[in-house]
Nanobody, 123 residues
Framework: QVQLVESGGGLVQPGGSLRLSCAASGSIFSINAMGWYRQAPGKQRELVATITSGGSTNYADSVKGRFTISRDNAKNTVYLQMNSLKPEDTAVYYC?????????????????WGQGTQVTVSS
């Protein structure tokens, strides 16, 4: 069974930086898009950024120019570099994989989530 293991959250002052990592563990043949979502208290989960296996990226308007998503396909890992953090970035950040194959001859499986990592931006 594949798991998404996140790390890198924590407490940071406004204007600071954090780097989140998410590694897909287990026997994996291929992964399609990977991404990050976040959920603040009392709010719905929202898209932060996604990246395809080919490297195409998509960002929420609120993080463009401050956050950078990247991935290492050999390590089945996705990263989120967060700079110029603001208090409104405070949330639990979740890693997501939309489609994964365990074996080349097996049909894809969909919609995997990590356990979430807390990011708090406060002075």
């Amino acid at each position: 069974q594949v798991q998404l293991v996140e790390s890198g959250g924590g407490l940071v002052q406004p204007g600071g930086s954090l780097r989140l990592s998410c590694a897909a563990s287990g026997s994996i043949f291929s992964i399609n898009a990977m991404g990050w979502y976040r959920q603040a208290p009392g709010k719905q989960r929202e898209l932060v950024a996604t990246i395809t296996s080919g490297g195409s990226t998509n960002y929420a308007d609120s993080v463009k120019g401050r956050f950078t998503i990247s991935r290492d396909n050999a390590k089945n890992t996705v990263y989120l570099q967060m700079n110029s953090l603001k208090p409104e970035d405070t949330a639990v950040y979740y890693c997501h994989v939309d489609q994964m194959r365990y074996r080349w001859y097996e049909p894809p499986k969909y919609d995997y989530w990590g356990q979430g990592t807390q990011v708090t931006v406060s002075s």
